[in-house]
């Protein structure tokens, strides 16, 4: 398997020469790109004898007998991980703002490969919010960033920026390498946003959900090649690329729209935050303020519990929780008496997580384990939630290799 290292400007970049060797001792082949800056640290020959390759160091070497004039392009398409180790300040900025002024910028841009950034910088620097957001923004643009180390600095300083530990890194770039692709042959089927219900032609009665956690799931899944339906209540996201969307806006709407792809699916998820009351009746006028008024509700179905009762043999389904007390009983309650595989369960109680948040923290429940999943940007947590559904495969792939979704859990 190929991979490019990306080295930019920084005292760690000398770092990056074992970088490199530990990666072709898991037999990756590892094409090197410097930045100007990494080039005042380390010299291009000192990689170009240890990985075999020509080492990239521009973008303008069309017309010489260096390379191709769209070898960004080429290299794109060929490599199957970006990582960049040490990344600095400036190259996180610059991939954050979607520059492409030079080989590797470029690169980042052009490529569809999974993206590892390992960012090395004094401590100030890392810990300063253009930095914070500038990865919080790549890690929503699907890239695994790896926190650096705590330590004595190069400059003198102590605390976070040492870049992180050889061994972490080589392991974060082959458990995204394994990840690619592990889904093919899966078809998941999503449910994500808030239902709505009519209480008159102008009003709903509705909640508090984004839609995020839904998305980015739908997008993670379709990442790792799955094929996806998601069933969407109303959301103020962008249409993740890649999948096929079903809008709905009732409960019952989704019901109906689930269970007609429910026999497709391999996999169902139900991020969805379904309204559990609609208005017995809806209003054909705007209702007009005239005192008191009380609604009449009337339950709408379980659907969650109803996609259970209709499965195939062989179909995982994973629901959600929000509980705001006593959240690992309830949750596991639910689990129970809705009959799923697992459940995501979000303590929606905690502050900065959650409901329209970008981040959240989550615990993972079977039956029979509660794998805590802390707090993350949901982009993230999306693709552990997915790792976890896959794991769940595993018992019954060694009982039948057949049926549907038999691709999970095989690896690739
Ligand atoms: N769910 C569903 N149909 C409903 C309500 C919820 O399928 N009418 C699903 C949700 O999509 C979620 C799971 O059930 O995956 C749990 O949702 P939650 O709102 O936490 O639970 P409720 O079923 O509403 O139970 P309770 O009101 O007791 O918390």
Known sequence: MKITLGVTGGIAAYKAAELLRALQAKALDVQVVMTEGAQRFVQPLTFAALSGHRVITSLWNEGTADGPAMEHIELAQRTDALLVAPASADTLARFAAGRADDFLSTLYLATAAPVVLAPAMNVRMWEHAATQSNVALLEEHGATAIAPEAGALACGMYGSGRLADTQVVVETVLSVLDRREDLAGETVLLSAGGTREAVDPVRFLGNRSSGKMGYALAEAASRRGARVILVSAPTALRAPGGCEMVPVTTAGEM???????????????????????????????????????????????????????????????????????????????????????????????????????????????????????????????????????????????????????????QGR
């Open 255 to 409: 019901r109906a729209a689930l269970l007609d792809h429910l026999p497709q699916a391999s996999v169902v998820i139900m991020a969805a935050a379904v309204s559990d009351y609609r208005p017995r009746l809806v209003a054909e006028q705007k209702l007009r303020r005239a005192g008191p008024l009380t609604l009449e509700l009337e339950p709408t179905e379980d659907i969650l519990s109803e996609l259970v009762r209709h499965r195939a043999p062989g179909m995982l389904v994973v629901g959600f929780a929000a509980e705001t007390e006593d959240a690992l009983a309830s949750g596991r309650a639910k689990l129970l008496r809705k009959g799923a595989d697992a459940i995501v369960l979000n303590d929606v109680s905690r502050e900065g997580v959650g409901f329209d948040s970008d981040r959240n923290a989550a615990t993972f429940l079977t039956p029979t384990t509660a794998t805590e999943l802390p707090e993350m940007s949901k982009r993230v947590l999306a693709d552990r939630i997915l790792t976890e559904v896959r794991q769940l495969r595993r018992p019954q792939t060694m009982l039948s290799e057949s049926g549907a979704g038999a691709g999970l859990g």
